[in-house]
């Protein structure tokens, strides 16, 4: 899934966490734990035989994440209401597999254009207080340069550290300038460049399809990362672009 030797996707996280450093390991830098169930749209994609992505619950049947994350080689259950994955008994989660896939017809797999998937659930998930929907941005406005917004994830803290809890972190948007020096495949229509490079804040890889949530509004999602570097700035893609394209396909599914 690595676009060149200077990209990495964001996801995909292998559950079994056995890859060395700079591998498929993912993790939110410079983040912390968050409150149980204050993220309740958060999923966990679980994609058998590939590895994992976040996703966001957008209705009470339908999951937004990255294009990228697909794989047609096994199931993808979803997993809602978790705080620790590994934890069976936790209080209000709900597993629910995927019946439909619709990735954007337009995704390349290497410019990483179009990063974008609707997940169909093969039922309704119960809205519950651990389980709930996130706003999606209207188009109507461009989210500018200085917003702080929140992101997060399931994966490691550190290159050594590994950690099955939901964790989060504060980034803000950033120059679509500074993805365009770092990225040559950096499209500013399309993408939102999020991280200041002076702080050691990110997301990483295994982060992938997770949202980017400004003043409660799911603005973008999570799509690369530079080769093997913690450093911001990041990828992401510019839901607001896709707002057509997401209306005129949920009725579908």
């Given at each position: ?7 990495f ?23 912390r ?28 049947d ?47 797999t ?43 994830g ?63 509004v799911?603005?973008?999602i ?32």
């Open positions: 899934m690595a676009l060149t030797m200077q990209l996707v964001l996801g995909m996280l292998p559950w079994a966490f056995l890859l060395p450093p700079g591998g498929w390991a993912g993790r939110i830098i410079g983040g734990e968050t409150r149980p169930h204050s993220r309740p749209y958060m999923a966990y994609l679980d994609i058998a035989g590939k590895g994992s992505c976040g996703g966001f619950l957008i209705r009470e339908v999951v937004l994440t990255a294009a990228h994350c697909n794989s047609n080689r096994g199931n993808i259950t979803v997993l809602l209401g978790a705080q620790d994955v590994t934890n069976q008994r936790e209080r209000g989660r709900q597993k629910i597999l995927v019946r439909r896939r619709i990735p954007h017809p337009g995704y390349n290497e410019t990483l254009e179009n990063d974008i998937m609707l997940l169909k659930l093969r039922h309704k998930a119960t809205l519950t207080r651990e389980v709930g929907l996130v706003r999606l941005t209207t188009g109507k406005h461009r989210v500018l340069p200085g917003t702080v917004c929140n992101v997060a399931w994966g490691r803290t550190s290159l050594n550290t590994r950690t099955n809890t939901l964790r989060e972190v504060n980034l803000s948007v950033v120059s679509n300038r500074l993805c365009q020096k770092r990225y040559r495949i950096y499209v500013p229509s399309t993408m939102l460049c999020v991280g200041d490079p002076h702080y050691p804040k990110s997301t990483y890889k295994g982060d992938s399809g997770g949202p980017l949530v400004c003043r409660g799911a603005e973008g999570a799509s690369f990362v530079a080769y093997n570097s913690i450093a911001p700035p990041v990828g992401f893609t510019r839901i607001s672009r896709f707002v057509p394209w997401i209306k005129a396909n949920m009725p579908k599914i």
